[in-house]
């Protein structure tokens, strides 16, 4: 796979595959501007050398269909601020008006094409769509981690209809820093997985049994475990068709001598909302009208003490109800341990990378992946079909 750095774009016309999806409110402003500042490197790189770029981006699921709320326009007014340059705004991604705005740029220029998702061909990865893309450029260049596991005209037939392509700094520097940690770890490496469900994460699990040399499980998912070995867990959350699931990777970590942890005691609540009654408990003696909504302090000592054992951490999943004051001194603990543990640390998923920033210490982790599912798929030992789709550029 190419970078950016490997080809030629001076003077030439860039054609862009970004992230934009960013959260909007009633009155379209756009509430947290982060995915768009992930790609200011590869796109001030594309300026300082001359390149007349073009970006494309998909926002929401607009089915084909033109609709307003998800236009790309407060993006380029977003952007614009953030380069102090102007980025026009081209009502379309294809077609007469975006060939028309491209064909009046001028080296160092950068202009935003209409969401792709209003045309269905994006979606359906359509190849006759993906030449009208090619029209407007000279090289391709993909900088999309964050949907690098989906095939779509405009990350993965685009690439067959270009002579040069290339991976931008942060499709690099996430492929990059995922193996550094799973490829060719330094050991131990420790993976931290958290969140609600086992089942949203099976696969996740089953692939790292094979890898780690300690799994750390928090979060709701926790409990689904404790009852697969027999405990009560009062009215916490629990699945009761995972329980076959956690006992099997439970006894495949023990055959592999890999090293689970689990909660030993946790924060219970009469109920999962602010100003609820809350007490500390063993996770042996959790009564039967409590929930468990926290990792307990002694679980919070022990899961801190296995981080700075580790040499390689990964991390997806809080380890409580975080956004509740009350349940979140175990997940933003741990991410404070994390931070001091002096490992190369790779966080994943947008709940972990909200608790790291509220912790205070997402300065101190080595790298915060941008993309959730992706990088989920990444941990189930999957390929990423953008990421193949520049290996093969130009067929």
Known sequence: ???????????????????????????????????????????????????????????????????????????????????????????????????AAVATMKPGDVV?????????????????????????????????FAVAHRKAASNSAITQAVKSCAAGFLLKDEIDYFNKAMKDPARPLAAIIGGAKVSDKISVLENLVDTVNMLIIGGGMAFTFLKAMGKEIGKSICEPDMLDKAKSIMDKAAAKKVKILLPVD????????????????????????????????????IFGEAVKEAKTIVWNGPMGMFELEAFSKGTFGLAKDVAASGALSIIGGGDTDSAVHKAGVSDK??????GGGAFLELLEGKTMPAVEALETCGG
């Open 1 to 99: 796979m190419n970078s950016i750095e490997q080809v030629d774009i001076a003077g030439k016309r860039v054609l862009m595959r970004v992230d934009f999806n960013v959260p909007v409110d009633g009155s379209g402003n756009i509430t947290d501007t982060t995915r768009i500042k992930a790609h200011l490197r590869t796109i001030r790189y594309c300026m300082e050398k001359g390149a007349k770029l073009v970006l494309m981006s998909h926002m929401g699921r607009p089915k084909g269909q033109r609709v307003d709320k998800l236009t790309l326009r407060p993006c380029a007014a977003s952007l614009s601020g953030l380069l102090g340059k102007e980025v026009p705004f081209v009502e379309d991604c294809i077609g007469e008006k975006a060939a």
């Open 112 to 144: 935003l094409l209409e969401n792709l998702r209003f045309h269905i061909g994006d979606e359906k990865n359509d190849p006759e769509f993906a030449r009208e893309l090619a029209k407007l450029c000279d090289v391709y260049i993909d900088d999309a």
């Open 266 to 301: 946790c924060l219970v609540a009469d109920k999962a909302e602010a100003g609820a009654t809350v007490n500390v408990c063993s996770v042996d003696s959790i009564p039967k009208d409590a929930l468990g909504l926290d990792i307990g302090p002694e679980t919070l000592k």
């Open 365 to 370: 982790i080595s790298y915060i992946s941008t």
